[in-house]
C-alpha cells in the first residue's frame, strides 16, 4: 500500500512565525502536491513537485514556499504565518503516468494565532 | 472560475437505498475523472475514476457515468451503508500535454447514510 506520512496532525503556531509541514511518501513517486482544504472551498493546490529540485506554483501559491531535496521528501514553508493561512494541508504523491490518481497524506490541521 | 462543480453539498440516504452524487464540468478539455471519498481528520482516499473514452466505470457497489455532451458525471453507490457516510470530492484532469499531474477538484459533497 502507498503510504503518505504527515509530521504532525495538529499544529498551532503564532502570527509571524515561520512554519515547516513536512510529507514523507514510501512509494517512489515523482510527483507530490501540497492542497489546503476550507470548508465550501474544497481542496485548492498551493505547489507541486514533478521531481527532485523541482516545483511549481499551483493555484495559491502566495505567502508559501515549498522544498524538495530527496524524492520521498516534500516540504511546505508558511514564511511567516498568518491567520488566513489558518486551514487543513493536505500532501499528496502519484507517479509518473497519465491518469494515475494521487495519494493522500492524513493532513496537518494547522491554526495560526 | 469554478470549473468542476458539485452543486449539492449535502445529500442524505436511508441505508439500502442508492445514493446518486453528481458533478459538473465546464472545461471540455477534461479527460479523466475521479472520485474521493473523505472522512473528518483523514485525507481523501481514491475511490473510483473514469476516462473519457468510456462512459462507466464499475466497481463493487460504485459505479460512475460520464455524459461527456452534457459535461456531466455521477457516482452510484448501490446499496448505500452508513459506513459511506463521508464528503465525497468530485476531480478532473487534463492528462495530454504537460499539466497532466494538476486535478481540479470541486467542493465537495457531504453523504450522509442513516441507518
Known amino acids: 500500500d502507498v503510504k503518505v506520512t504527515q509530521s504532525s496532525r495538529y499544529l498551532v503556531k503564532r502570527t509571524g512565525e515561520k512554519v515547516f509541514l513536512e510529507c514523507v511518501q514510501d512509494m517512489d513517486h515523482e510527483n507530490m502536491f501540497w492542497y489546503r482544504q476550507d470548508p465550501g472551498l474544497g481542496l485548492r493546490l498551493i505547489y507541486f513537485s514533478y521531481d527532485v529540485k523541482m516545483k511549481e506554483k499551483g493555484d495559491i501559491p502566495e505567502g508559501y514556499s515549498v522544498s524538495r531535496e530527496k524524492k520521498e521528501r516534500f516540504s511546505l514553508i508558511l514564511e511567516s504565518a498568518s491567520t488566513n493561512q489558518t486551514s487543513m494541508y493536505l500532501c499528496a504523491s502519484r507517479r509518473l503516468a497519465s491518469g494515475s490518481e494521487q495519494y493522500f497524506g492524513p493532513g496537518t490541521r494547522l491554526t495560526v494565532t | 472560475d469554478q470549473q468542476v462543480k458539485q452543486n449539492s453539498p449535502s445529500l442524505s440516504v436511508q441505508e439500502g437505498r442508492i445514493s446518486i452524487l453528481n458533478c459538473d464540468y465546464t472545461n471540455s478539455m477534461f479527460d479523466y475523472f475521479l472520485w474521493y471519498k473523505k472522512y473528518p481528520a483523514e485525507g481523501p482516499t481514491f475511490l473510483i475514476s473514469i476516462s473519457s473514452i468510456k462512459d462507466k466505470n464499475e466497481d463493487g457497489r460504485f459505479t460512475v457515468f460520464l455524459n461527456k455532451s452534457a459535461k456531466h458525471l455521477s457516482l452510484h453507490i448501490v446499496p448505500s451503508q452508513p459506513g459511506d457516510s463521508a464528503v465525497y470530492f468530485c476531480?478532473?484532469?487534463?492528462?495530454?500535454?504537460?499539466?497532466?499531474?494538476?486535478?481540479?477538484f470541486g467542493k465537495g459533497t457531504l453523504l450522509t447514510v442513516n441507518p
Open positions: 476531480a478532473a484532469s487534463v492528462t495530454s500535454g504537460g499539466s497532466n499531474y494538476k486535478l481540479t
